[in-house]
């Protein structure tokens, strides 16, 4: 398995990523040089095309860093399209039922075991058809990630978790704070309360979790807690902080 995610999960090593919704790929490398390991490459709510993302692609390959895409819904046809730029990762938005957990597998599937659309020797995943086993053994490669960000997604943790092929649920706080009746408040006590229930059912079920950490201490936190694979923070916040500070120090006092 090259799959950097899988990996770290397979050795109980916590992954520590940085979301990207910049969406170029100049700030994309700078971010894949500081040693991350997996950035969130962002189609839901950044302003990407598969162009974009397939630009970003390109610059990270130098580096030992997993790239994660999250399309902006569960879609067979833009998981192929995901897939076959070279994504090996995928964080779904919005699942809510194990069986929608399944056609998202056999989404990432050639038949026989799925659905997939096959194309191999025209695609990057396949190194335009320089692996001669693409076809039968890619799926080894796939990291399918899924998020729980609602109150419907909540009661069926269990049921998702249990679907072969789901490699990792990740909980959604700002999605899941609107979904409560909190919008824009993730550090509710009630969601909070229901965040710390979805992660110990998620241990339980066997299944790696995930989380987008509101801040370092928060990060640290829920690795220390057992949490697999942590978001730490966004390209975003990082340059509009640092840009903020800056000026801030630079105004005579
Ligand atoms: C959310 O918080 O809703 C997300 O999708 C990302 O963490
Ligand atoms: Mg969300």
Same mark, same amino acid.
């Given at each position: 398995?090259?799959?950097?995610?899988?990996?770290?999960?397979?050795?109980?090593?916590?992954?520590?990523?940085?979301?990207?919704?910049?969406?170029?790929?100049?700030?994309? #490398?700078?971010?894949?040089?500081?040693?991350?390991?997996?950035?969130?490459?962002?189609? #839901?709510?950044? @302003?990407?095309?598969?162009?974009?993302?397939?630009?970003?692609? !390109?610059?990270?390959?130098? +580096?030992?860093? &997993?790239?994660?895409?999250?399309?902006?819904?569960?879609?067979?046809?833009?998981?192929? !399209?995901?897939?076959?730029?070279?994504?090996?990762?995928?964080?779904?938005?919005?699942?809510?039922?194990?069986?929608?957990? &399944?056609?998202?597998?056999?989404?990432?599937? +050639?038949? @026989?075991?799925?659905?997939?659309?096959?194309?191999?020797?025209?695609?990057?995943?396949?190194?335009?058809?320089?692996?001669?086993?693409?076809?039968?053994?890619?799926?080894?490669?796939?990291?399918?990630?899924? !998020?729980?960000?609602?109150?419907?997604?909540?009661?069926?943790?269990?049921?998702?978790?249990?679907?072969?092929?789901?490699?990792?649920?990740?909980?959604?706080? =700002?999605?899941?704070?609107?979904?409560?009746?909190?919008?824009? !408040?993730?550090?509710?006590?009630?969601?909070?309360? =229901?965040?710390?229930? =979805?992660?110990?059912?998620?241990?339980?079920?066997?299944?790696?979790?995930?989380? +987008?950490?509101?801040?370092? &201490?928060?990060?640290?936190?829920?690795?220390?807690?057992?949490?697999? +694979?942590?978001?730490?923070?966004?390209?975003?916040?990082?340059?509009?902080?640092?840009?903020?500070?800056?000026?801030?120090?630079?105004?005579?006092?």
């Amino acid at each position: 398995v090259n799959n950097l995610l899988k990996t770290a999960f397979a050795e109980r090593r916590p992954a520590v990523g940085l979301w990207q919704a910049l969406a170029t790929p100049y700030t994309a #490398e700078i971010c894949a040089r500081a040693g991350y390991d997996w950035l969130l490459f962002d189609g #839901e709510h950044a @302003p990407n095309t598969l162009q974009t993302l397939l630009a970003q692609l !390109q610059a990270v390959a130098p +580096f030992p860093v &997993e790239p994660v895409a999250r399309p902006p819904i569960g879609e067979a046809a833009i998981i192929k !399209q995901y897939l076959d730029i070279g994504f090996r990762s995928l964080l779904i938005p919005m699942v809510e039922s194990a069986t929608q957990a &399944e056609r998202l597998v056999a989404a990432t599937r +050639f038949p @026989p075991a799925g659905i997939r659309g096959v194309a191999s020797a025209t695609s990057r995943a396949s190194d335009f058809g320089g692996q001669a086993d693409y076809l039968a053994r890619t799926h080894e490669d796939i990291c399918l990630l899924v !998020q729980i960000e609602s109150r419907a997604a909540l009661d069926q943790i269990e049921a998702i978790a249990a679907v072969p092929g789901v490699d990792g649920l990740f909980i959604g706080p =700002a999605d899941l704070a609107g979904s409560l009746g909190h919008l824009g !408040q993730p550090r509710h006590p009630d969601v909070q309360t =229901a965040i710390a229930d =979805a992660l110990d059912r998620i241990r339980k079920a066997g299944k790696p979790s995930g989380i +987008f950490a509101l801040d370092p &201490e928060d990060a640290r936190a829920r690795l220390a807690g057992g949490v697999a +694979f942590v978001s730490a923070g966004t390209d975003i916040g990082l340059l509009s902080g640092s840009a903020n500070a800056l000026r801030t120090a630079c105004s005579p006092s």
